[in-house]
């Protein structure tokens, strides 16, 4: 959301509450309402199987038509489903991926700041791509990262910390990628053990069924 959109939003808000909580826990949480927002839109009325000229006509209740049709282009074109796949890691997803911890929480309570702050830029940029084609995704990128970080010579610090922490992760793939080698040889000794005692159990059952037909055999001979 862009940040005048959210002041004009917070403005609201105090007229009508008495605020318990910061400004700027308030900006958060409308940011990330937003964003919310913003993907519940596209899930439920762009991803149908209709045509494009269907999804522009079907303007929403509370959308100027202009505001609509801007937005469906934008989904639709290329930069749109960069953003949307994930297929093109850029250096604000690179950031996301490097600063958090396994369970998914940024490392620091300031990591989590930048992320909020990174989030907000690129809500604000990508209103601005919806309406210009000309903007390249790779520069939205690089000026959000120097917005947010600082100068180019701190944002260059940051990214040797990222090939630092990138390093980090290929090694902890590496041992996990030798936990699952181990896991996968277990199963297939047991599975080896198994196959090993049903067949034995088998010819148990095979043994016992000849001796049942040879029993039977001599059951049904006359006495001498």
Same mark, same amino acid.
């Given at each position: 959301?862009?940040?005048?959109?959210?002041?004009?939003?917070?403005?609201?808000?105090?007229? #009508?509450?008495?605020?318990?909580?910061?400004?700027?826990?308030?900006?958060?949480?409308?940011?990330?309402?937003?964003?919310?927002?913003?993907?519940?839109?596209?899930?439920?009325?762009?991803?149908?199987?209709?045509?494009?000229? %269907?999804?522009?006509?079907?303007?929403?209740?509370?959308?100027?038509?202009?505001?609509?049709?801007?937005?469906?282009?934008?989904?639709? =074109?290329?930069?749109?489903?960069?953003? =949307?796949?994930?297929?093109?890691?850029?250096?604000?997803?690179?950031?996301?991926?490097?600063? #958090?911890?396994?369970?998914?929480?940024?490392?620091?309570?300031?990591?989590?700041?930048?992320?909020?702050?990174?989030?907000?830029?690129?809500?604000?940029?990508?209103?601005?791509? =919806? =309406?210009?084609?000309?903007?390249?995704?790779?520069?939205?990128?690089?000026?959000?990262?120097?917005?947010?970080?600082?100068?180019? &010579?701190?944002?260059?610090? %940051?990214? +040797? #910390?990222?090939?630092?922490?990138?390093?980090?992760?290929?090694? &902890?793939?590496? %041992?996990?990628?030798? +936990?699952?080698?181990?896991?996968?040889? &277990?199963?297939?000794?047991?599975?080896?053990?198994?196959?090993?005692?049903?067949? #034995?159990?088998?010819?148990?059952?095979?043994?016992?069924?000849?001796?049942?037909?040879?029993?039977?055999?001599?059951?049904?001979?006359?006495?001498?």
């Amino acid at each position: 959301m862009p940040a005048s959109n959210k002041n004009q939003a917070l403005d609201n808000i105090k007229e #009508r509450f008495a605020l318990e909580v910061s400004e700027t826990y308030i900006k958060k949480a409308l940011g990330k309402k937003w964003r919310d927002h913003k993907n519940t839109l596209k899930k439920e009325y762009f991803k149908k199987d209709i045509s494009l000229e %269907e999804k522009l006509r079907n303007v929403l209740q509370g959308m100027l038509r202009y505001q609509w049709k801007d937005t469906v282009r934008f989904w639709n =074109s290329k930069k749109g489903e960069e953003l =949307s796949s994930g297929q093109r890691v850029g250096r604000l997803q690179l950031f996301d991926i490097t600063h #958090r911890k396994k369970d998914g929480s940024p490392m620091t309570s300031e990591v989590g700041e930048i992320m909020e702050k990174l989030k907000d830029k690129k809500a604000e940029y990508e209103a601005i791509v =919806s =309406s210009d084609s000309s903007v390249n995704l790779e520069d939205i990128d690089n000026r959000i990262i120097i917005e947010v970080l600082g100068p180019e &010579s701190q944002a260059q610090a %940051e990214v +040797q #910390r990222l090939k630092d922490q990138m390093t980090q992760m290929q090694a &902890s793939t590496g %041992e996990k990628i030798l +936990q699952l080698k181990v896991e996968a040889a &277990s199963l297939k000794e047991e599975a080896v053990a198994r196959e090993t005692e049903q067949n #034995r159990k088998y010819n148990e059952l095979q043994l016992q069924l000849q001796n049942m037909i040879q029993m039977f055999q001599l059951s049904q001979k006359p006495p001498s």
